[in-house]
C-alpha cells in the first residue's frame, strides 16, 4: 500500500518525505512583509495626516491670535492718538489762535502778514526785502509812525510823566504846549519827526562815501522806514501801559531805539555789503552827524515857527 502525507495527501515514495509544510512555511514568511509594510505604509500615512492636521491648528490658531493682537494694537494707538487729539484742542494754544484769526478774517490776516513779518522774522525779511523801493509805502510807514508818535506824546503829556516833561522842555522851551494847543502840538510833532526821518537818510548816504559805498537816499529812506515799523510798535506799548496807570511808560521808547540800531545795522550791512567793522563805524558817524543836523534843524524849525 502506498504511503501519502498527512497533511496534503500526497502520495510519498518508500522512505520520502514530504515538502508541503516546508513551503507553506515559506510562502507564510513571504506573505507577512508585504502585510507588515502595508499596515506600517498606512500607519505612517495616517500619523502623518493627523501631524498634519495638527500643526495646521495650531498655525491657523496661532495667526489668528497674531491678527487678534494687531488688531487691538491698532485700536490702543488710535485712542491714544484720539486722546492727544482731545487734549490738544481743549488747551490753548497761540498758533490755533492765530490761524482761527486768519480763516475768520482774510482780509485783514492779509494786510498784517508783511507786518507780522518784521516780529516772526525780522532778521530775513530786512534781508530779503525787496530791492526796488516803494515811495508809497515808505510814505505811509513814515507818516503813520510821525501820527502815532505825536499822539503818544501828546496823551502822555496829561498824564505829567516827569521823563516827558524834561523832554518837552528841552526840545520846546515850555512844557504847556502839548496840554493847551493839542492840535497845533501834533502837527509840529509830526513835521519834526518827519524832519528827522529825512536827515538820518541823508546821514545814511553821505557817510556810505565814507566806506567806499553809494547807498541811495531812497534805499536809505526805505532803511529809516524799517525802524519806524519798530518804533510804532513801542508807540502802542507805551499807550497800552500808560492806560493801565504807568507814569513812566515814555522810557520805553529806549527799547525801540536800540532795536531801531539793530535794523538800521543789519539793513545797511546787507545792501552795501560790508563787514561788521565797517558798518558798525558807518552807523556810528552816521547817527554822531545825524545828532547835530537834528539840533540844528529842530531849533531852527522851532524858532520858525515861534516867529509866525
Given at each position: 500500500m502506498a504511503k501519502t502525507c498527512f497533511y496534503c495527501g500526497k502520495e510519498l515514495a518508500a522512505g520520502q518525505r514530504c515538502s508541503c509544510r516546508g513551503s507553506s512555511k515559506t510562502g507564510a514568511t513571504a506573505e507577512t512583509p508585504v502585510f507588515s509594510a502595508s499596515s506600517t505604509a498606512s500607519a505612517s500615512s495616517s500619523s502623518s495626516s493627523a501631524y498634519s492636521g495638527?500643526?495646521?491648528?495650531?498655525?491657523?490658531?496661532?495667526?489668528?491670535?497674531?491678527?487678534?493682537g494687531k488688531k487691538k494694537a491698532k485700536r490702543e494707538k488710535t485712542k491714544q492718538v484720539w486722546n492727544e487729539e482731545q487734549k490738544a484742542q481743549n488747551r490753548f494754544s497761540f498758533a490755533k489762535f492765530i490761524d482761527q484769526v486768519r480763516s475768520n478774517f482774510?482780509?485783514?490776516?492779509?494786510?498784517?502778514?508783511?507786518?507780522?513779518?518784521?516780529?516772526?522774522?525780522?532778521?530775513?525779511?530786512?534781508?530779503?526785502?525787496?530791492?526796488?523801493?516803494?515811495?508809497?509805502?515808505?510814505?505811509?510807514?513814515?507818516?503813520?509812525?510821525?501820527?502815532?508818535?505825536?499822539?503818544?506824546?501828546?496823551?502822555t503829556s496829561f498824564t505829567d510823566s516827569p521823563f516827558l516833561g524834561m523832554l518837552i522842555s528841552l526840545i520846546f522851551g515850555k512844557t504847556d504846549l502839548f496840554s493847551d494847543h493839542p492840535v497845533m502840538a501834533f502837527f509840529v510833532m509830526s513835521a519834526i519827526l518827519w524832519l528827522c526821518v529825512l536827515i538820518l537818510a541823508l546821514c545814511f548816504t553821505w557817510t556810505s562815501r565814507l566806506v567806499n559805498r553809494k547807498l541811495p537816499f531812497l534805499r536809505a529812506l526805505d532803511t529809516v522806514s524799517i525802524s519806524s515799523i519798530y518804533m510804532c510798535f513801542a508807540d502802542v506799548l507805551i499807550f497800552l501801559s500808560v492806560l493801565f496807570g504807568s507814569r513812566g511808560a515814555f522810557t520805553l521808547i529806549f527799547v525801540a531805539m536800540v532795536i531801531m540800531g539793530i535794523?538800521?545795522?543789519?539793513?545797511?550791512?546787507?545792501?552795501?555789503?560790508?563787514?561788521?567793522?565797517?558798518?558798525?563805524?558807518?552807523?556810528?558817524?552816521?547817527?554822531?552827524?545825524?545828532?547835530?543836523?537834528?539840533?540844528?534843524?529842530?531849533?531852527?524849525?522851532?524858532r520858525i515857527f515861534v516867529l509866525f
Open positions: 495638527s500643526s495646521a491648528g495650531s498655525a491657523s490658531s496661532g495667526a489668528f491670535t497674531g491678527e487678534t482774510p482780509s485783514i490776516s492779509k494786510l498784517m502778514r508783511p507786518v507780522m513779518a518784521y516780529i516772526w522774522h525780522p532778521v530775513t525779511t530786512i534781508q530779503n526785502r525787496s530791492q526796488v523801493v516803494s515811495i508809497p509805502k515808505v510814505l505811509l510807514i513814515n507818516s503813520l509812525f510821525a501820527a502815532l508818535t505825536s499822539l503818544m506824546v501828546i496823551f535794523c538800521h545795522y543789519v539793513s545797511i550791512k546787507q545792501d552795501l555789503a560790508l563787514r561788521d567793522n565797517s558798518a558798525f563805524n558807518m552807523l556810528a558817524i552816521s547817527y554822531l552827524l545825524f545828532y547835530v543836523l537834528a539840533q540844528l534843524g529842530t531849533n531852527i524849525f522851532i
